[in-house]
């Protein structure tokens, strides 16, 4: 059984950082392409990141260019999103992903059940 497991998120105040981890489990994590999406209250899900199974290229959605990093660890089955220099728009559920296909947008097979991020003063 597929199982994608998110923590790390939590309250921070706008400038600040987290570091968000998914533990995954039940397939050949580093057989496929990981990617971040997010969900913001009352909006639709958001296309954040992706990374190669490999761990070598990296994609972002313009808006959390150059503030995100996103890594993985296919030793430990671990995908991370570090985030820095947060916004109050940055507050949503964030969830991991596995998808098929290195590139954009909302394309997945699995989802976690998400961590929420709360960026506010």
């Known amino acids: 059984e597929v199982q994608l497991v998110e923590s790390g998120g939590g309250l921070v105040q706008p400038g600040g950082s987290l570091r968000l981890s998914c533990a995954a489990s039940?397939?050949?994590?580093?057989?496929?392409?990981m990617t971040w999406v997010r969900q913001a209250p009352g909006e639709e899900l958001e296309w954040v990141s992706s990374?190669?199974?490999?761990?070598?290229?990296?994609i972002y959605a313009d808006f959390v260019q150059g503030r995100f990093t996103i890594s993985r660890d296919n030793d430990q089955n671990t995908l991370y999103l570090q985030m820095n220099s947060l916004k109050p728009e940055d507050t949503a559920v964030y969830y991991c992903?596995?998808?098929?296909?290195?590139?954009?947008?909302?394309?997945?097979?699995?989802r976690g059940q998400g961590t929420q991020v709360t960026v506010s003063s």
């Open positions: 992903a596995r998808r098929k296909t290195f590139d954009s947008g909302i394309n997945y097979d699995y």
């Open positions: 990374i190669t199974n490999g761990g070598r290229r990296a």
């Open positions: 039940g397939f050949t994590f580093g057989g496929y392409v």
